[in-house]
């Protein structure tokens, strides 16, 4: 098992910026998709945005032109960089990982395993 540990959410005006960090708590051999997802008061937790290994990203309706996912792969960290926040993106962010912890799970030929973070909380309010 491993953690993910997401950092960077804090209380913002609107249409200012944020960016939030997601980092294996220790050793991983290799991550590959990781993804960004939230849950606001109330509603159900949804996908935010997406990169792949080669570094392709994909993102939801609300966030496009407004949010940026990218990777450090070396690191295994993967970061959104949010600007024009609106109200409406107040929520816990979540990260998710497609992980293989060990080389043996890597060159076993299985499918890495999902992980998630804790949330970080990120309110958009004047």
């Known amino acids: 098992q491993v953690q993910l540990v997401e950092s960077g959410g804090d209380l913002v005006q609107p249409g200012g910026s944020l960016r939030l960090s997601c980092a294996p708590a220790?050793?991983?051999?290799?991550?590959?998709?990781m993804r960004w997802y939230r849950q606001a008061p109330g509603k159900e937790r949804e996908l935010v945005a997406t990169i792949t290994y080669g570094g392709d990203a994909s993102y939801a309706d609300p966030v496009k032109g407004r949010f940026t996912i990218s990777r450090d792969s070396p690191k295994n960290t993967v970061y959104l960089q949010m600007n024009g926040l609106k109200p409406e993106d107040t929520a816990v962010y979540y990260c998710?990982?497609?992980?293989?912890?060990?080389?043996?799970?890597?060159?076993?030929?299985?499918?890495?395993?999902?992980?998630w973070g804790q949330g970080t909380q990120v309110t958009v309010s004047s």
């Open positions: 998710n990982a497609d992980i293989f912890l060990t080389s043996g799970e890597y060159y076993s030929g299985n499918s890495p395993k999902n992980y």
């Open positions: 220790g050793y991983i051999f290799n991550a590959e998709s």
